[in-house]
């Protein structure tokens, strides 16, 4: 799987965004959680596919000079193939290309994995938040645009 293509959500792909939050996250967003971002006019909702199936999304907020992404999951079988690092590099394109000044995330101290994937796109942990996924503290991380 090479061809790599990242496309708009469509509310025809519910099932298996579903499908992958669930099977990467025990404490996942529900469906009415992703309809909701759909609604958002701040929010952005990609999905990734390669050779045309539904391997992963990123769902990201951009608010005048700000952005924030709020989730990002490549499938279990589709991870250590840099499809994560290719959404990751499109999104923050994306959030360039509307004169954004930072961009922020959260994510579990736990997430090893995700921790350096931010690391290497640029992103510095600049504080954290305790006991924000039940006992497990969040890595609050940023990366500045300017």
Known sequence: MENLVIADFNIKN???ILEIEKESFSNHWSKQMFLAETENK???FKICLADSSIIGFI???IVLEEAEILNIVIG???RGKSFGRQLL???VNNIKENKVKNIFL???ERNIVAQNLYKDGGFVQYST?????GNDHAVLMKLSLC
């Open 14 to 16: 519910i099932d298996k």
């Open 42 to 44: 701040f929010s952005r």
């Open 59 to 61: 769902i990201y907020r």
């Open 76 to 78: 279990n079988k589709f």
């Open 89 to 91: 590099k499109y999104a």
């Open 106 to 108: 959260e994510v579990n």
């Open 129 to 133: 938040r305790q006991n924000y996924y």
